[in-house]
């Protein structure tokens, strides 16, 4: 078993529908980060967080530290937030999740 | 102020061979870290370096190497290179070790 699960590894939506990506971890963290990447590579950190919740524009992110759980949310999603969302557990070295690939058509 | 900056972007060696990989973090950072990156096993951390020091290090074979110098730029080698070493390498520079991390754009190592 991963140390990190995502899912779903895939989710397509409609522009405007709300989206919510989960990722679970095994392994005790200093912190939990949520990533962003678009074809061709490059990598956008969008959160770390190492309790409850965070929010950036459209972005949401939530974590249980007890339940080893969190949440990245989209609102309002839009065709220019397909991209490959990736968790990763903070164990003084980064452990990824597998990604989720996400499709917004318009 | 600029970002991450990876050299080179793309490359093409041959098993056997060896290569080296920059990395200039965003100034005044001074932690950087490695990844590789393949579709077979996702995103892997490979090592961070911080004032010149490796401080941790992935599950990778003593092939791969890198180093640190005291302007924090780092640098990453690959010794003896195997076909299953093709892959995007990914560098990620922050403040200090276990701060938010900025990632350069990759290079992306096709060995043949």
Known sequence: KNEVEQSPQNLTAQEGEFITINCSYSVGISALHWLQQHPGGGIVSLFMLSSGKKKHGRLIATINIQEKHSSLHITASHPRDSAVYICAADTDKLIFGTGTRLQVFP | ?112
């Open chain 2, 1 to 112: 102020k600029a970002g991450v900056t990876q050299t080179p972007r793309y490359l093409i060696k041959t098993r056997g061979q060896q290569v080296t990989l920059s990395c200039s973090p965003i100034s005044g950072h001074r932690s950087v870290s490695w990844y590789q990156q393949t579709p077979g096993q996702g995103l892997q951390f490979l090592f961070e370096y911080f004032s010149e020091t490796q401080r941790n290090k992935g599950n990778f074979p003593g092939r791969f190497s890198g180093r640190q110098f005291s302007n924090s730029r780092s640098e990453m080698n690959v010794s003896t290179l195997e076909l299953g070493d093709s892959a995007l390498y990914l560098c990620a520079s922050s403040l200090l070790p276990g701060s938010e991390q900025y990632f350069g754009p990759g290079t992306r190592l096709t060995v043949t």
